[in-house]
């Protein structure tokens, strides 16, 4: 445009060749020799009319919408809100939305983006974003905690895992663990666990608002500490700090190395066989994430931590973090926690027993005496038992034995029983009772089988397994590392299909 109007054509044949309105060539021309007049004693007065894009001048536009009478009525709902909270109804007032759908309902044509601009106008609130101050730390000062859930698939089920995390604030060296739940247990066996790999304590720990560390508010900014917190910090003697409330960003570090440590470790990896496969690889990565070097410091986090050791005190003894309940024996010899049912022998039925609950199992004691001791279970209404639980109950009761849930826990003897024992339930009894009064492992009975089977027995009955196993106090290697057992396994496992 401008090179034609140099060459001294006039607008109308600027406007044939361009194919562009009169009006928005006049508009532009009279800009430029606006800007030629301009005061030349500026190098290059010019030159930003010449090289920027032409903008919309918005600054003087109305708000057609926004109407006087929509105004009014936006400001007496804004007045409604103000008076339910001086009554004490904040869960009671109305969002934008609500004052939206309203302005609707009586016939107003506006956005929500209208409404929300002049609430905020209203209520003075800045358009600008919030400016943080970046802080420095001394070595050994303080440590960040936080909780991040992580999805993984273990034993080839998809399952949500609770991960926490710490992070010093010096170093940014980095700690995590998996647990099965963010709950007070999980809470405070990772700060032992934590505690004992460092070998040190930390003065300081710093908390979001998680419901595990605060009891309860006791003011705006004033918070009550969780008795295990408490505990936590008699026995480690160190202090602790809560941010605000939806200011996570007060802790400084551990909100990103949630996510950082989630997507480093398992952002490829994601099935595991169980759960402590799971951790063992976290830990793993953990330690190659640490010994990286820091662009800023040029160190890893390793060799920061090792500066601050001089500075941080030796942990004492790890705390045992259990939670101790009675708990009555019901009619099924099993005792109920979260849902689930553990066993107990069932001589204990109608009684009550002490249980030690730990994150990952349940330590079960009558009169002082250890009587059984099972993995957790997390699930719902599962049935944890054993059958060693019900041997004198099966005396009395041989034909429950079939059917039976205690059976069917144990897959290797519930294929023993279905391939040999289907008519004698009493001899299978009466060699289970011999297996636990001598203490005989199942792969010790698997590798019995196989014996008798490649002795070209056909069919093993109890007292030929009795006389083979003996009174010997032995005790057989794991069938994972057991070929003898593995192969009776397989047997009986072939065998049992038959019957199917």
Not at 48 to 55: D, E, F, K, W
């Amino acid at each position: 445009m401008l090179k034609y109007y140099r060459e001294g054509k006039s607008q109308r044949s600027i406007c044939r060749e361009l194919k562009i309105s009169r009006k928005t060539v006049c508009r532009y021309l009279a800009g430029y020799d606006l800007a030629v007049k301009g005061d030349r004693s500026v190098d290059g007065s010019i030159g930003p009319y010449l090289v920027s894009a032409p903008v919309y001048n918005s600054k003087n536009r109305c708000k057609r919408r926004l109407s006087a009478a929509i105004q009014q009525a936006i400001d007496e709902m804004l007045l409604v809100n103000d008076d339910n909270k001086q009554a004490g109804l904040r869960k009671q007032l109305l969002k934008n939305s609500d004052i939206l759908k309203e302005l609707h309902q009586r016939g107003f044509s506006i956005g929500y983006t209208s409404v929300c601009n002049y609430i905020r106008s209203k209520r003075g609130i800045a358009h600008g974003q919030e400016a943080y101050i970046r802080q420095q730390y001394a070595p050994g000062g303080s440590c960040e905690f936080d909780w991040g859930e992580v999805k993984l698939w273990i034993g080839g089920v998809l399952s949500r895992l609770q991960l926490a995390v710490f992070t010093s604030s010096y170093g940014n060296y980095r700690y995590g663990r998996l647990y099965q739940r963010q709950d007070t247990l999980s809470f405070m066996e990772s700060h032992v666990s934590f505690f004992r790999s460092l070998g040190h304590v930390y003065p300081e720990l710093v908390y979001d608002n998680m419901r595990v560390a605060v009891a309860k508010f006791t003011g705006h900014h004033q918070k009550e500490p969780t008795m295990a917190l408490l505990q936590l910090r008699g026995h480690y003697g160190f202090t602790h700090r809560f941010c605000n409330a939806r200011r996570g960003n007060e802790k400084g570090h551990v909100e990103r190395s949630v996510e950082y440590v989630r997507r480093k470790s398992f952002g490829f990896k994601t099935r595991f066989d169980d759960l402590e496969s799971a951790n063992e690889w976290l830990q793993m990565r953990l330690a190659e994430l640490n010994a990286a070097v820091q662009q800023q410091s040029g160190k890893s986090a390793q060799q920061l931590l090792e500066e601050e050791k001089p500075y941080l005190p030796v942990s004492n003894t790890a705390m045992l973090c259990a939670e101790q309940i009675q708990l009555r024996a019901d009619k099924y010899a099993t005792v109920s926690y979260k849902t689930n049912r553990y066993s107990v022998p069932d001589h204990l039925v109608g009684k009550f027993v002490d249980v030690k609950v730990l994150s990952d199992g349940l330590h079960l004691y009558d009169q002082g005496q250890k009587i059984a001791q099972h993995a957790r279970s997390y699930g719902k209404h599962e049935w944890i038992v054993r059958i060693d639980h019900y041997l004198e109950t099966f005396k009395r009761k041989p034909g429950a034995l079939a059917g039976s849930v205690a059976l069917a826990s144990s897959d290797q003897l519930k294929r023993l029983y279905q391939a040999y024992f289907r008519q004698t339930p009493r001899d299978f009894i009466e060699l289970l009772c011999f297996c636990k009064q001598n203490q005989v492992s199942d792969a010790l009975l698997a590798s019995v089988v196989e014996r008798l089977l490649t002795s070209g027995v056909g069919h093993p009955g109890a007292e030929q397994l009795m006389t083979l196993m003996g009174n010997k106090a032995q005790t057989c290697p794991s069938p994972a590392s057991c070929s003898t057992g593995l192969a009776a396994q397989n047997q009986l496992l072939q065998i049992s299909s038959l019957f199917n």
